[in-house]
T-cell receptor, first 115, second 115 residues
Framework: AQSVSQHNHHVILSEAASLELGCNYS??????LFWYVQYPGQHLQLLLK??????LVKGIKGFEAEFIKSKFSFNLRKPSVQWSDTAEYFC?????????????FGRGTSLIVHP | SQTIHQWPATLVQPVGSPLSLECTVE??????LYWYRQAAGRGLQLLFY??????ISSEVPQNLSASRPQDRQFILSSKKLLLSDSGFYLC??????????????FGSGTRLTVV
């Protein structure tokens, strides 16, 4: 079974700072990778996803993530955060074979951006 | 377009009372349906998933059950709630596993407090 590790549980930044949230997974086969975001009082929504092709994936609101297969990582980045990026961020990994495609989610990273 | 409805948004129930949370999806057919519980600092825990009517897979044995009486309806139930059942419950849907655009769409969640 796969597992997902998000190293940073709480991140506090000032506006305009750069952001990188770590996500590592363990699984022996090929995977689909996701980042979800949950803004305060809102439902979880997809930020970006990687299925195949270019390992640098661009999502909504200026976010991007890079899949580094050799490091089993899918870190989320944004060059300049805004106050409105305050949210909880979840990384998820889904195997593409083996019969179960159900994603496993990380514990989440709470991001607070100070204006 | 596809939409997912989950209700109620909040619920306060006494210990020992029954529970029924409902989730419906519109705009798609034969979706995979899921129930998750989200706990602070613990990410998303998959409770049940269903790939078709009457087909329920349980991931975590506990005081809850799920049913799928119709293609786009997924119900989370309990006969007697425990204090430990308090939490934030999320319904989600996805296209079937075999499709390349596989990914989740989440409902808005139900905050359950057992008192």
């Amino acid at each position: 079974a796969q597992s997902v590790s998000q190293h940073n549980h709480h991140v506090i930044l000032s506006e305009a700072a750069s952001l990188e949230l770590g996500c590592n997974y363990s699984y022996g086969g090929t995977v689909n990778l996701f980042w979800y975001v949950q803004y305060p009082g809102q439902h979880l929504q997809l930020l970006l996803k990687y299925f195949s092709g270019d390992p640098l994936v661009k999502g909504i609101k200026g976010f991007e993530a890079e899949f580094i297969k050799s490091k089993f990582s899918f870190n989320l980045r944004k060059p300049s955060v805004q106050w409105s990026d305050t949210a909880e961020y979840f990384c998820a990994v889904s195997p593409t074979s083996g019969g179960s495609y159900i994603p496993t989610f990380g514990r989440g990273t709470s991001l607070i951006v100070h204006p | 377009s596809q939409t997912i409805h989950q209700w109620p948004a909040t619920l306060v129930q006494p210990v020992g009372s029954p529970l029924s949370l409902e989730c419906t999806v519109e705009g798609t057919s034969n979706p995979n349906l899921y129930w998750y519980r989200q706990a602070a600092g613990r990410g998303l825990q998959l409770l049940f998933y269903s790939v078709g009517i009457g087909q329920i897979s349980s991931e975590v044995p506990q005081n809850l059950s799920a049913s799928r009486p119709q293609d786009r309806q997924f119900i989370l139930s309990s006969k007697k709630l425990l204090l430990s059942d308090s939490g934030f419950y999320l319904c989600a849907w996805s296209v079937p596993f075999s499709e390349s655009n596989y990914g989740y769409t989440f409902g808005s969640g139900t905050r359950l407090t057992v008192v």
